[in-house]
């Protein structure tokens, strides 16, 4: 009875041991598993940022404009051609060669208006080099000033903000420098148009 009472605890012992071995060997494999799992993850998720790192440096690099991890790509408002282009530009640093960028993109603003504006020519060029009963619209066509200038990266930068649709000035079709402009000319701004507002050295009108 006494033995078999000493076999019996015995092999309760040995169960006991057996299970314990087993239940650390599993916590072993399954701290293991999630090093290696975790490991894997990390490794994954440090190909995947520099996957993304690259593509954005490679965007960047390409000039093209990354907002939020995303490329986007803008379209011009106004499609023009080298002859207008040109034109464009010329009479923009003609009128405004002695403003700020802001000034500049207004003259070019009130071309593009004019264009689309039924009362007046269909392009830029016809625009620019137009004439009212003999007289220029755009006084530096006939003094020079339109074939001589120098175009800065300033007009540049700013005619293309127009040619992409940025617009500041509230419609308006005419524009003059009061100060340097001929009093009959300026009178019949003042009786003709109504005034928007002055940016500069140049009144707006519409």
């Known amino acids: ?18 299970s314990w071995i087993c239940l650390k060997e599993l916590q072993i494999n399954r701290i293991a598993a999630t090093q290696a799992f975790r490991m894997e993850y990390l490794t994954a998720t440090e190909e995947e940022n520099k996957k993304s790192f690259l593509e954005v440096v490679a965007c960047v690099a390409s000039g093209q404009r990354v907002v939020d991890y995303e490329v986007l790509e803008q379209t011009k408002k106004y499609q023009l051609t080298e002859q207008d282009y040109d034109a ?5 640093e003609a009128e405004a060669g002695g403003e700020d960028e802001d000034g500049k993109l207004l003259v070019a603003n009130v071309v593009l208006n004019r264009v689309n504006n ?8 016809e625009v620019v080099m137009q004439k009212e009963q003999g007289v220029a619209q755009f006084s530096p066509t006939v003094d020079g000033r339109f074939q001589n200038v120098s175009i800065s990266q300033e007009t540049y930068e700013a005619v293309e903000r127009a040619l992409y649709g940025e617009d500041i000035s509230q419609g308006a079709l005419y524009f003059c420098a009061r100060k340097k402009a001929d ?3 300026v009178q019949w701004f003042d009786q003709k148009l109504t005034r928007l507002f002055s940016y500069g050295n140049h009144e707006f009108f519409l």
């Open 1 to 18: 009875m006494y033995k078999k009472c000493l076999m019996k605890l015995l092999l309760m012992s040995m169960i006991f041991a057996t």
């Open 88 to 92: 464009l530009l010329r009479i923009v």
């Open 118 to 125: 039924e009362n007046f020519p269909d392009t830029v060029t």
């Open 183 to 185: 009093s009959t000319k």
